[in-house]
């Protein structure tokens, strides 16, 4: 093969669907090309051309719809298919344009591929053709799963819970005295044990419980093990990930779980003890520091470790939702000490209280990379002459503990330090009253926080009462809903990739992608509004989603298609911030191109173009104003 056919396989190779054809394939290639320079301003495809795929060696095209509005700029190694007169019609690839209008906006060199060679490509390589024929979501689902390859097969990512079971479970009834329970967990050499009732699991003995609940409580060994006994269990399914079990174990600060399988059938019990003795769970050992913290000092040395964390699991392979939990468990756990911490110091709280997360620490989708959001809700006998001073020094304590774990305040004062996001219970109520009833941008904006709204410490019945009035009044309140969604489109999605800049419109090309204003925001906005009309309880964006089908307020197909997109926006947000802390660098959300494969770029436009298409439909839905 002559050097400059040797020099344009290799280029055509570089290309993302080309890259995964077979070596010898991609020899032939250069011979079935055809070379077009086209000047600036001429037609595309030029008149005198046959349908086929064309690949962008060196300049510019511009892709817009009818109206004019730019729908993507094409530069090097970017493919445009022109698939008319395909001798399969039912065959024929995704058309990504439709009726769109190709300009040449800048002196271009071009490579094409006639259609009949193209379409043999197509029948002969799935992998290649998967490029073409599939749509968005089903490139996203793939797209999702080739990030999550690299996990090792020992690791959490893949074991099952019922592979790490190593006995029979140890069983008893709860009639029995306490000192039979005793002798039988001390003969079978278990820390705890499984009470059951018509071959139904009813309850649970630890050690623990015969320490506290029996010797300590002074309970007579004689009495039956029901008096004891834990009642309300928190299970796990065999087939779940040994890694969705460790979450479980860190969020409610447990350390047995109780194996049950579809048909509530038991088929054993699982140990913090197995989890470690199977690999060692980075995230289980940071919460039991967190919560044996003696002082705002240990809580910030669990708080620099929470990058080492994010790394750790993007090493393993982790898919979005348990990474995100796995983050907020650890800084729930450091929320929920620094308020323990906070009445040793102060004195008990006057009255009853609860700690709130707003924003992706509620929404438990945090990344090491976060700042606080945080509120009050206090019980309604509070007087501000009495406890004011009290709560605003609790709320200080604590935010300045958090401060000393890594979690900057909020710029936007979001912080149970300041007053209006410090109030009883009625003082909520009456505040969202208020936003509904002046839906301005500010309010929309506060109130985005306020949904997203959860209990990390105290009594979780205070948020349950605001609720009880918020969700009904904001579900029934069309025009607070129309500025919600106006706040859901608030952010035009990136058109895609051209050189090393990221093309937002016409104006804007930035050097920077910013995941999260340009990927998770948009897609939280958006599961936010359908929750709220809806009248909805789930806080994560997936599940929001998710509910909403279940609901019958959102299609299956672009539920599907938002969630896909928002998990891929967060693993490549999480792959760079372990990037980031592996160079020693600041963490931050901005992505460099360069960074980027083709194929990547390829994943993230279909992403941005599943938002933007879902913004489209809930400007129409919701009659918002104002043109794209």
């Known amino acids: 093969m002559a050097a400059e056919l040797w020099e344009i396989r ?80 039912d065959a024929r690839p995704v058309d990504e344009y439709g009726t769109a209008v190709v300009a040449v906006v800048e002196d271009s060199l071009l490579y094409q591929l006639p259609l009949p060679a193209f379409e043999e490509l197509l029948g ?26 690299g996990g090792r097969p020992e690791t959490l990512m893949a074991a099952t819970v019922k592979a790490l079971l190593r006995r029979e479970p140890i069983t008893a009834a709860p009639d029995i005295p306490i000192r039979r329970g005793a002798e039988i967990m001390t003969e079978a050499q278990v820390s705890a044990l499984l009470l059951l009732e018509n071959e139904q699991l009813v309850g649970l003995i630890t050690d623990r419980d015969l320490r506290r609940r029996c010797i300590a409580a002074g309970i007579s060994v004689d009495s039956s093990l029901r008096e004891i006994m834990t009642e309300t269990l928190i299970t796990v399914a065999p087939t779940a990930s040994a890694f969705e079990a460790s979450l479980l174990f860190s969020r409610h600060n447990i350390h047995h779980l109780p194996v049950v399988a579809e048909d509530r059938a038991l088929v054993g019990i699982l140990s913090t003890s197995d989890l470690l003795r199977h690999q060692g769970t980075h995230a289980i050992h940071l919460v039991r520091d967190a919560m044996a913290a003696p002082d705002v000092e240990a809580i910030a040395r669990v708080g620099s470790r929470l990058t080492d964390l994010e790394a750790q699991l993007v090493a393993i392979g982790a898919e979005a939702e348990p990474l995100g939990e796995a983050m907020v ?11 323990e911490l906070a009445e040793m110091e102060l ?34 006998a509070f007087e501000p002459g009495r406890h004011g001073d009290w709560f605003a020094r609790f709320a200080g304590f604590v935010t300045d503990g958090l401060a000393a774990a890594g979690l900057t305040p909020c710029p936007g004062g979001t912080m149970a330090t300041t007053a209006d996001w410090r109030q009883p219970v009625a003082g909520w109520q009456a505040q969202f009253g208020d936003w509904i009833d002046q839906p301005e941008p500010h309010s929309i904006m506060l109130a985005t926080n306020f949904f997203d709204m959860r209990v990390v410490a105290g009594r979780e019945s205070l ?33 895609g990739f051209f050189r090393r800049l990221v093309v937002v419109d016409d104006e804007q090309h930035d050097e920077r992608l910013d995941l999260k204003r340009y990927g998770l925001m948009p897609i939280a906005d958006l599961a936010r509004l359908h929750a709220v009309g809806l009248g909805l309880p789930e806080l994560h964006t997936v599940r929001r989603l998710q509910a909403a089908v279940r609901a019958g307020g959102l299609s299956e197909q672009a539920a599907a298609g938002l969630a896909d997109a928002w998990r891929l926006f967060y693993v490549l947000r999480a792959r760079h911030q372990a990037r980031q802390a592996r160079g020693g660098e600041p963490l931050d959300n901005r992505l ?3 960074q980027l494969s083709g194929l990547e770029r390829d994943h993230l436009r279909d992403a941005f173009r599943v938002v933007d298409d879902h913004q489209r439909w809930v400007r129409i839905h919701f009659a918002v104003s104002g043109t794209r």
């Open 10 to 89: 290799d280029f055509i190779a570089g290309a993302p669907a080309f890259a995964e054809l077979p070596a010898a394939v991609l020899d032939t290639l250069p011979r079935r090309l055809t070379v077009r320079y086209l000047r600036r301003g001429r037609p595309f495809p030029p008149p005198d051309a046959v349908p086929g795929l064309w690949i962008v060696r060196s300049g510019a095209l511009a892709v817009r719809d009818p109206e004019g509005r730019l729908l993507e700029k094409l530069g090097k190694t970017d493919l445009y298919l022109d698939a008319r007169d395909s001798v399969d019609p």
């Open 124 to 149: 002969a390589h799935p992998v290649f053709a998967w490029r073409f024929e599939r749509t968005r979501r089903e490139r996203l689902e793939r797209a999702l799963s080739e990030l999550g390859q």
């Open 329 to 339: 468990t650890v800084t729930d756990a450091m929320t929920r000490r620094l308020t």
């Open 347 to 380: 004195g008990p709280a006057p009255i009853a209280w609860a700690w709130a997360a707003l924003g992706s620490q509620g929404r438990r989708e945090q990344t090491a990379f976060t700042d606080q959001d945080n509120a009050l809700i206090l019980d309604d």
């Open 463 to 495: 948020l349950d009462a605001v609720w009880t009035t918020v969700r009904p009044a904001a579900q029934e309140n069309t025009i607070f809903q129309r500025r919600l969604a106006n706040n859901a489109l608030a952010v035009r999605m990136p058109l």
């Open 592 to 594: 460099d191109p360069d």
